[in-house]
């Protein structure tokens, strides 16, 4: 079955340290999108890519960075620079720009400052 | 920049009741009006897309609509069921945004037995 899979379900991260949150789609969409979601808000969007190699900045990009090296994969790398990372994570994908298909999320990850 | 906007933040209804859930948007050049449903902890859950050529949408006991010219959608849930207790999310396109989607701040959805 075609999906999107978020890894880890759980994560961890010390102050300082940087981690790194996968997600994977086997769609074959070109257009990829990072969520954050806080208790009781909406979702804010942090990163999207519309290709291959090519991504931009959303609302509240900042200590986050992503790449894009395959249509498959968008890592979103949460920085130490990201002073309140406690949040649940969500990515997302669309058919690509343009198109009225809709969104495609992924389960989530929950990641926590220890 | 689209705006969006659902009302009431929360709600709770009996068990067989139906019910209609509220969402507005602020640029009427919309593309696409989504929403979504999402269980505590989880990831979202498409449940109805209308993109901006329709005016509604149903599946089994869903149906939303899409005003335009008036700025909103609603959904609509028949005999509602304790498994429709969520938060439900509309999300809509903006054409000045390409694919783009606002996310309103959800509906939290009690229904009891």
């Known amino acids: 079955d075609g999906g999107i899979t978020q890894s880890p379900k759980y994560l961890f991260r010390k102050e300082g340290q940087n981690v790194t949150l996968s997600c994977e789609q086997n769609?074959?969409?070109?257009?990829m999108y990072w969520y954050r979601q806080d208790p009781g808000q909406g979702l804010r969007l942090i990163y999207y890519s519309q290709i291959v190699n090519d991504f931009q900045k959303g609302d509240i990009a900042e200590g986050y960075s992503v790449s894009r090296e395959k249509k498959e994969s968008f890592p979103l790398t949460v920085t130490s620079a990201q002073k309140n990372p406690t949040a649940f994570y969500l990515c997302?994908?669309?058919?690509?720009?343009?198109?009225?298909?809709?969104?495609?999320f992924g389960s989530g990850t929950r990641l926590t400052v220890v | 920049k689209q705006e969006v906007t659902q009302i009431p933040a929360a709600l709770s209804v009996p068990e067989g009741e139906n019910l209609v859930l509220n969402c507005s948007f602020t640029?009427?050049?919309?593309?696409?009006l989504q929403w979504f449903r999402q269980d505590p902890g989880k990831g979202l859950t498409s449940l109805l897309l209308i993109q901006s050529s329709q005016r509604e949408q149903t599946s089994g006991r869903l149906n939303a609509s899409l005003d335009k010219s008036s700025g909103r959608s609603t959904l609509y849930i028949a005999a509602s069921q304790p498994g429709d207790s969520a938060t439900y999310l509309c999300a809509g396109g903006a054409y000045n945004a390409g694919n783009m989607l606002t996310f309103g701040g959800g509906t939290r959805l009690m229904v009891k037995p």
């Open positions: 640029d009427s050049a919309i593309y696409n």
């Open positions: 997302a994908s669309s058919i690509g720009r343009g198109t009225a298909y809709g969104y495609t």
């Open positions: 769609l074959n969409h070109d257009a």
